[in-house]
């Protein structure tokens, strides 16, 4: 057993209400200066819809993450030749009209609108590119262009959440009477298995040893942008001005000093929760070779026990300090993805084992969906609605919200563990539905679905009541006991073998820069 440790997070996108106050504090501490402008650490999508940049999901476009060959995992993009042959003309990088448009990033000319010239009409600040300073360039997309369905009728088709799905269906889902939509923000998943890692060619990508966060070395990087290629969820974006790779860093700065990432501290919802999980190691390559059907819980099971007297030990032995481990007991991320089995990875099809979960949305649905749900006679009759809003477990498929798009983006097609967590949320909102309405609790619906009582309440604090210090569960950095010697590297890129484990492996390197250096980030 290789216990390591990483900081872990989780949203609720049952509470998410859009507002892009997270996207806002990110793009004001990280992002907001030339050559960045166009970057979004932090973005909240409108789903369905094909996102930003554009068809991100689409791996058949972009072969961004990895996939199965024979018995080893190899990066979709291709091998080391593969690769070094398409260094000057990377055909699945995007290009900047796929972040926004024909027009380059842009900004407005603000300045024709305090000229003291005289004119016949009202002045008008018109779209200028901050690139090459064009003006009256075309704006025909941007990182909000789908807010509340906005387009969806048009850009939905492309979704390839629908895939699994006929086209009628689809169809009938983008309609206006029968639409549905959800927001679903989005960071670096700092993943287990991080496709960036194993693609970049001159080692400048790594996973930081002691916490698991992926970083880019700004010495390192020359610019090949194979991160950005085999990122499956697009998150490293090029700096056109400084000519060097960047991407979040789950504002590492702040967590070093107990504070967690400034997009988690602004959130109004609430929807988002920080920890620290243990895994094994040795189980990532198994789990990520994993069937289609079976990703989701093959990595719950290298989540790891922190109460269990072997795993202390044995992260003991790896240098995961007491204090590490007293947070890993009580991290949030760990109830909410082994223990109640409700957050889900985006895409783990993808197969990079990511470290941001989703608790999959439960809406539209009314709040007192059923007397005595679920059983099997608690339906709704959606020709009878004068019956009541009475929905049962069974017939979660009814809801607007259809089963198989949020399968196809939190289970690899698994509709099962997305089931599982929708009727989990469900059956803890009938529980406190009974303590307040009928005055009596109804132990019945937490027992159908695999819970105790116990864990509804914790549930319900952790999803709703949580404190501060409940949401944001940070340890203690101990950097003295970290391996940081100047001649080894923690997490050198794959690049050497191409396989999902060489990010992790260690190797001596003379580059010589700390690894808390600005210049990682700036």
């Not at 010239?117 to 901050?130: F, I, L, N």
């Not at 269906?169 to 890692?197: Q, S, T, W």
């Not at 999902?500 to 600005?518: A, L």
Request: glycine letters at 6%; one cysteine or more.
């Amino acid at each position: 057993m290789n216990v390591k440790a990483q900081l872990s997070m989780s949203f609720n996108l049952e509470k998410c209400i859009g507002c892009n106050t997270c996207t806002v504090a990110c793009k004001n501490i990280w992002t907001n200066r030339e050559g960045a402008e166009y970057m979004w650490w932090n973005n909240v999508e409108t789903k369905p819809g094909i996102g930003y940049p554009k068809r991100w999901e689409d791996q058949e476009l972009w072969k961004g993450g990895w996939a199965k060959k024979g018995d080893d995992l190899v990066l979709r993009y291709g091998g080391k030749f593969g690769m070094l042959s398409n260094l000057f003309t990377n055909p699945h990088a995007p290009e900047m009209k796929d972040y926004y448009g024909d027009g380059d990033v842009y900004t407005f000319t603000y300045d024709d609108l305090h000229s003291s010239e005289q004119s016949k009409q009202a002045p008008v600040a018109r779209p200028k590119s901050m690139v090459t300073e064009e003006e009256d360039v075309p704006i025909n997309w941007g990182v909000n262009w789908e807010d509340n369905a906005g387009g969806a009728h048009v850009t939905g088709k492309h979704d390839v959440n629908f895939n699994q799905m006929s086209k009628a269906e689809m169809e009938a889902a983008l309609k206006f009477r029968d639409c549905f939509y959800f927001y679903l923000p989005r960071i670096c998943n700092h993943c287990l298995n991080p496709g960036c890692v194993g693609a970049c060619p001159s080692g400048a990508a790594y996973k930081r040893e002691e916490d698991g966060i992926v970083l880019i070395d700004q010495n390192r990087c020359r610019n090949w942008r194979y991160c950005v290629s085999s990122c499956p969820y697009k998150k490293p974006y090029y700096n056109w001005a400084s000519g060097k790779m960047e991407k979040c860093i789950l504002c590492y700065p702040r967590i070093e000093s107990g504070m967690p990432p400034a997009c988690f501290h602004s959130c109004v919802g609430k929807i988002r929760s920080f920890g620290l999980l243990l895994y094994d190691m040795d189980r990532v390559k198994e789990a990520a070779m994993a069937e289609d059907i079976d990703l989701v819980s093959e990595q719950r099971k290298v989540i790891l026990d922190p109460f269990d007297p072997e795993v202390i030990e044995a992260a003991g032995k790896n240098g995961i300090s007491d204090d590490w481990i007293d947070a890993a007991q009580r991290s949030p991320v760990y109830k909410i993805v082994k223990k109640w089995g409700i957050g889900l990875p985006l895409h783990p099809e993808f197969r990079t084992m990511p470290s941001l979960f989703y608790i999959p949305p439960l809406a539209p649905i009314t709040t007192s969906a059923g007397r005595d749900s679920p059983s099997d006679t608690d339906v709704f009759d959606m020709t009878k609605p004068e019956n009541g809003p009475l929905i049962g477990l069974d017939e979660l498929d009814k809801m607007r919200l259809p089963l198989t798009y949020l399968a196809s983006m939190f289970g690899a097609g698994n509709e099962k563990v997305v089931k599982t967590a929708l009727e989990r949320q469900l059956a803890v909102r009938h529980y406190e539905r009974s303590l307040r309405v009928e005055k009596q609790p109804n132990t019945d619906v937490l027992k159908q679905v695999g819970l105790t009582e116990e864990d509804a309440k914790d549930m319900t604090r952790a999803l709703s009541l949580a404190f501060y210090n409940e949401r944001f569960v940070i340890p203690n950095t101990k950097r003295e006991n970290a391996d940081i010697s100047p001649y080894t590297e923690r997490g050198v890129a794959g690049f050497e073998n191409m396989t999902p484990w060489s990010p992790f492996k260690r190797r001596k390197s003379y580059h010589k820069s700390h690894h808390t250096d600005t210049k990682e980030y700036e």
